[in-house]
């Protein structure tokens, strides 16, 4: 089973920066594509951005594009967040995709973490 491993949330204030990070277990994810997603209370789980395994094509959520920026290296994932509002508050999930690339559909994911709490007061 592999496991999926978000790190780097936090409480801040609006208009400051995060920077989360999700790495696998036996670094599984390195030929496939990488999605960040998130839900806050009440809320479906949506989708926040994707890159592909080499990190050349990335996918953005209209809310974020502009101030979100998700690259990868060999060892982990990351999501690039500055600008943030309070509205951006929620749990943030790593999902490794079932291909290459990756997409907005969460049926395209196989793996995912549990999640790391991302509040933004204002």
């Known amino acids: 089973q592999v496991q999926v491993t978000e790190s780097g949330g936090g409480l801040v204030q609006a208009g400051d920066s995060l920077r989360l990070s999700c790495t696998t277990s036996k670094r599984t994810h390195n030929n496939n594509g990488v999605g960040w997603f998130r839900q806050s209370p009440g809320k479906e789980r949506e989708f926040v951005a994707a890159i592909n395994w080499r990190g050349e094509s990335t996918l953005y959520a209209d809310s974020v594009k502009g101030r979100f920026s998700i690259s990868r290296d060999n060892v982990n994932v990351y999501m690039q967040m500055d600008s943030l509002k309070p509205e951006d508050s929620a749990v943030y999930y790593c999902?490794?995709?079932?291909?290459?690339?990756?997409?907005?559909?969460?049926?395209?994911?196989?793996?995912w973490g549990q999640g790391t709490q991302v509040t933004v007061s204002s």
């Open positions: 999902a490794i995709a079932l291909r290459a690339w990756g997409s907005t559909d969460r049926s395209a994911y196989r793996y």
